[in-house]
């Protein structure tokens, strides 16, 4: 509590006499309750104190005490200052310890750190129903990309799943980086286009509704290059070769009102590409071998770029979505709980989310908290955009 002398604001709130059995005045009205909120105005701690005002009624002799309005915060700070911390620690990847400083260096507010992880907590709560909603409607989407980082929950190894598109993005923390948590994901059902790498939990979807990303496989062309065998390091020259030529008519073509796949070069590259492929089918490298041998396996999940402009030949969307997730990871070192992880989910999701839709993180925040503390109707993000 700060002394009343520091208290910047007064409110005093009588009973409201509509909840009293009989409409007689109260007798000897004096302060039952204080309650104090914390908020940070014009960049100062500005400190209101709610008096609540009680009395005995003089004909049924029953006390009244007032209650605080809908709007007034339960705890001890003001919601604009539960959606600063969280993004502090959220979108600028401040630990606790630093949010703590800054608070006191800049605004002159002292806080301690379990504060700030229950402010956390508090706007991880505010989130749910508006990430709940957003994690349905991800599945739904007709063109999604995926990708998957590495996560640490108390020492421990998880990994940090992503999918995403140009409206929405949704993360996911998952101890396991399997099908089952890329199913948790995408739902088992999904049934639009996942553009991701040639990783084997994402198996479960079609080969005709996956792109793989032609920027994993120059890395492997690049490796194959590299091996110590000449022929199969020419392998590997031949398909770096060939993909240079594919993605320059790729980009003179895509800005253009002609379809990729109808580009006769297109095809004589296509053809040189394959028949590459099989000449790897035979060189003397395992590695290279399987290769060669899983493209030409998965054909239809390198072509649909060719056939829809919707769909990227290559995962760099989500690579620059988890990002920050990692950027946040090394500042501040994993979770330490069940909540911490809700939290970082929830966080992550609803910064990149706002970011794709031009909205105000901060006062979308705000106004999430607001709402689940005035029982109004849930913000979205979702239903601006269907």
Request: hydrophobic share 35%; charged share 25%; net charge positive.
């Amino acid at each position: 509590m700060v002394s009343e002398c520091d208290v910047d604001k007064l409110i005093k709130i009588n009973p409201d006499k509509t909840s009293q059995k009989c409409s007689a005045s109260l007798n000897g009205k004096q302060v039952r309750r204080r309650k104090q909120v914390i908020d940070i105005i014009k960049g100062s701690v500005f400190v209101t104190q709610y008096q609540l005002l009680g009395g005995q009624c003089h004909q049924c002799n029953k006390r009244y005490c007032a209650s605080l309005p809908d709007d007034v915060p339960k705890g001890l700070f003001s919601d604009t200052v539960h959606a600063k911390i969280a993004l502090l620690t959220g979108k600028y990847h401040l630990s606790k310890s630093e949010v703590k400083s800054l608070l006191k260096d800049f605004f002159k507010l002292d806080i301690s750190t379990g504060s700030i992880s229950n402010a956390e907590h508090k706007v991880s709560l505010a989130l749910k129903p508006c990430i709940d909603e957003l994690e349905k409607t991800v599945k739904q989407q007709q063109v999604i990309h995926a990708d998957e980082t590495s996560h640490f929950n108390k020492g421990n190894l998880c990994w940090l799943w992503v999918a995403t598109n140009t409206i929405f993005t949704l993360f996911k923390i998952n101890p396991n980086r399997n099908k089952d948590a890329a199913i948790a994901l995408l739902g088992g059902d999904f049934k639009g286009v996942l553009v991701s790498d040639r990783y084997g939990a994402y198996n479960f979807v079609p080969n005709h509704k996956r792109q793989y990303c032609w920027a994993h496989l120059k890395r492997d062309f690049i490796r194959i290059s590299e091996h110590d065998n000449s022929v199969v390091a020419s392998i590997g020259f031949s398909l770096l070769s060939t993909l240079k030529s594919i993605f320059s008519i790729y980009r003179k073509t895509k800005n253009t009102t002609e379809t990729l796949w109808r580009n006769i070069n297109l095809r004589r590259q296509i053809f040189t590409f394959y028949k590459v492929l099989r000449r790897g089918r035979n060189v003397d490298d395992d590695k290279a071998k399987r290769f060669c041998k899983s493209l030409i396996k998965h054909r239809n999940s390198l072509w649909l770029f060719c056939h829809d402009s919707n769909i990227a030949p290559t995962n760099n969307h989500a690579e620059r979505q988890i990002r920050h997730a990692v950027i946040w990871r090394k500042k501040c070192f994993g979770t330490q709980s069940q909540r911490g992880i809700l939290f970082v989910e929830r966080i992550l999701s609803v910064i990149k989310t706002c970011q794709h839709q031009s909205i105000n993180c901060f006062d979308f925040i705000k106004q999430s908290l607001l709402s689940i503390q005035q029982k109004n109707q849930i913000l979205s993000l979702v239903n601006s955009n269907t």
